[in-house]
C-alpha cells in the first residue's frame, strides 16, 4: 500500500493542495528559496477575472518548510505594481515583518528583499499582502511547517485556503461601504496611498457590481441573526459587510471544486486556512466527523466534532479518518449568517462524485466563543503576573462604515509602549454589534480570559471578539522593535482599526 506521506495529492487547478513532499517546499540547505508576486487569471462561474498569485519554488503556490529550516526566501515583484507579504503567524525580527510604512518600504515593481529569520514552531500558517487592498484580489498563499517529529505518521495532508470573491476591484468596494468618502485617515493602515493592482491590466476585474440583497446600503450586506441569551439579548448582529460573487476553496467554487484523491480507510490532516478579506465561516466535515488538534499553528488537546468556526485569518488542524469502503465526502466551509458555502472532496478511488451547489439548505452558524472557551493548549505559556495591562476598546459602528480602537483611527492612535522582557495583557472590549479578528503581529498570544471568567486557553496569533464581548490575551514581549495589531477584516482595517505597538528604544 502507497504510503500517504509519498502521496502527492490531487493538483487542481489552483495547484494549493499538498503533501509533505515536493509542493513548494523550501529548505535552507538547497539556498534561498525564491517567492514570486505576480499576476494570473482565474475562473469564477464562468467569467475570467484577474488576481494576484504567490509563486514558490518551482512555480506552485505558497511554501513549505521543516521545523529546523531557516527561513530563507527572496521575495520578487513581478506583479506590475508595489507590494509586500507578510508572514501571518511567524515571529521574524520586525524589520522583516511585510508592513509597508511600518517595518520596511513596500517593494517596487521590478524590486525584490531577501529575508532570513529562524523557524521555531511548527504548524499551518499563511502569507498575504499588507499593501494596499491586494488582499482581497487573492495576494495569499498557505505557508506550511512540517514537524520532523511527525514524519513517521501515516497520514495524507490537505491545505485548504479559503476566500471571499468579488468582480468588482476592492476600491470599488471600499467606496461603496464608506458612501464614496475618502477615508484617508484610515488608508495608511496598509499603505497610505490605498493602492491595490492600479497599473495592471484588470479587465477582468471590473465585470459589474456584486449581486445586491436589496438593503440599500450601498452594497453592505445587513444581515444578522437572532443571537438570543447572553448579554446581546435580542439584539442582532452585523454579520457580513459585503455580498460576494463567490467564496472560494483552493481558488475554486462549490460548483467546480477540487476533488482530492484519497485512500479508502486512510488518514488525511486537514489544514484549513481562512484567507478570506471578511467572511468568517464554520467548517463542516459532514458524515466524517472530525479531531481538532491544532489552531492558528499551535497544538490543542483533541477535540472531537463536525463543525468548528474559523474567523478570518484563524486556522485550524483537523484529523479525518475515511471509512474503509472509502466514498466521496465534502469539507464544506459554511458562510456565517447565510446559505452560501465553498469547500473541497475527499474521494477515494471509484466513488462517485454528487454536484453541489454553493448555496445549501440552512444558513452557516453565527460564530460565538463556544468552541474558543473549551481548547486547552498541549503548550502555554508560563504562569506568571502580567507587568503590564492594556484595554483596547473595539469602536465602530455599520452606518458610518468607521471602525478603529479606543475611537481613535489609525494613525492617529498612539503606539502602545512595550519593554522587553514584560509578561503584556490585552483586554480586548468589544463595543460594537459586529465580531471582530484581531491580529497582532511578531508575537503569539494565549487566551486567558472570556467575559470575564479566567482561563488558560488556546495560544493563538489571532481571536475572534463577537459583539459586545470581551476577550483577554497575554503575551510575552519577547522579540523587540515595531509591531501592529488590527482587525484582520480588511476593510475595518483600512479605515482605521489598527494601531502599532512600540519597544523602549523604538520610535
Given amino acids: 500500500m502507497l504510503n500517504r506521506r509519498d502521496f502527492l495529492i490531487g493538483a487542481g487547478a489552483a495547484g494549493l493542495t499538498t503533501a509533505l513532499a515536493g509542493r513548494g517546499e523550501a529548505r535552507a540547505a538547497a539556498g534561498p528559496a525564491r517567492l514570486v508576486i505576480g499576476a494570473r487569471q482565474i475562473e469564477v462561474k464562468g467569467r475570467a477575472a484577474r488576481a494576484f498569485a504567490l509563486l514558490g ?37 520586525w524589520q522583516q515583518d511585510g508592513v509597508p510604512d511600518v517595518s520596511q518600504p513596500a517593494l517596487a515593481a521590478g524590486s525584490s528583499y531577501s529575508y532570513r529569520f529562524p523557524l521555531t514552531t511548527p504548524g499551518t500558517y499563511w502569507m498575504h499582502s499588507h499593501q494596499g487592498l491586494q488582499e482581497q484580489q487573492l495576494a495569499a498563499a498557505p505557508l506550511i511547517i512540517h514537524d520532523p517529529a511527525e514524519a513517521s505518521l501515516d497520514r495524507q495532508e490537505v491545505v485548504v485556503l479559503l476566500h471571499d470573491f468579488s468582480f468588482r476591484s476592492p476600491e470599488e468596494i471600499l467606496a461603496d461601504l464608506t458612501k464614496g468618502a475618502a477615508a484617508s485617515a484610515g488608508m495608511g493602515g496598509m499603505n497610505r496611498d490605498g493602492a491595490g493592482m492600479a497599473g495592471m491590466n484588470m479587465s477582468g476585474m471590473n465585470m459589474g457590481g456584486s449581486n445586491r440583497n436589496g438593503s440599500g446600503m450601498g452594497g453592505m450586506n445587513m444581515s444578522g441573526r437572532d443571537m438570543g441569551g447572553g448579554s446581546m439579548g435580542a439584539m442582532k448582529p452585523d454579520l457580513n459587510d459585503i455580498d460576494y460573487d463567490a467564496f472560494l476553496a483552493n481558488g475554486r467554487t462549490l460548483e467546480d471544486p477540487e476533488v482530492v484523491a484519497v485512500d479508502k480507510g486512510g488518514r488525511v490532516r486537514l489544514r484549513l486556512i481562512n484567507g478570506a478579506a471578511s467572511t468568517n465561516f464554520t467548517i463542516d466535515t459532514g458524515a466524517l466527523g472530525a479531531t481538532l488538534i491544532a489552531v ?7 477535540v472531537v466534532g463536525q463543525r468548528f468556526p474559523i474567523s478570518v485569518a484563524q486556522r485550524l488542524d483537523l484529523l ?8 466521496a465526502f465534502p469539507i464544506l466551509a459554511l458562510q456565517e449568517g447565510t446559505t452560501a458555502r465553498t469547500g473541497i472532496i475527499l474521494a477515494s478511488p471509484g466513488a462517485a462524485v454528487a454536484r453541489l451547489a454553493s448555496a445549501g439548505a440552512a444558513a452557516g452558524p453565527v460564530l460565538d466563543l463556544q468552541l474558543e472557551a473549551s481548547l486547552i493548549p498541549t503548550q502555554g ?28 483611527p489609525y494613525p492617529r492612535h498612539p503606539p502602545l509602549p512595550l519593554k522587553q522582557g514584560e509578561r503584556v495583557e490585552l483586554s480586548y472590549q468589544n463595543t460594537t454589534m459586529m465580531s471582530h479578528p484581531i491580529h497582532l503581529h511578531g508575537h ?8 470575564g471568567r479566567r482561563f488558560q486557553g488556546a495560544v493563538r496569533d489571532t481571536v475572534l471578539v463577537p459583539p459586545k464581548e470581551t476577550v483577554d490575551v497575554i503575551f510575552d514581549a519577547d522579540n523587540p522593535g515595531k509591531w501592529i495589531m488590527h482587525c484582520h477584516q480588511l476593510y475595518h482595517m483600512t479605515v482605521g482599526m489598527m494601531l502599532e505597538l512600540h519597544y523602549e528604544g523604538f520610535s
Fill in 57 to 93: 519554488p518551482d512555480g506552485k503556490e505558497g511554501l513549505q518548510f521543516r521545523l529546523g529550516d531557516e527561513f530563507d526566501v527572496t521575495l520578487e515583484n513581478r506583479a506590475g505594481v508595489a507590494s509586500l507579504i507578510h508572514w501571518h503567524g511567524l515571529t521574524p525580527p
Fill in 296 to 302: 492558528d499553528g499551535h497544538r490543542v488537546k483533541p
Fill in 320 to 327: 479525518v479518518e475515511l471509512p474503509s469502503d472509502g466514498g
Fill in 381 to 408: 505559556l508560563a504562569e506568571r503576573k502580567a507587568d503590564r495591562r492594556f484595554v483596547v476598546k473595539l469602536e465602530g459602528d455599520m452606518s458610518r462604515y468607521a471602525w478603529n480602537f479606543d475611537a481613535i
Fill in 444 to 451: 503569539s498570544y494565549q487566551v486567558v480570559g472570556i467575559g
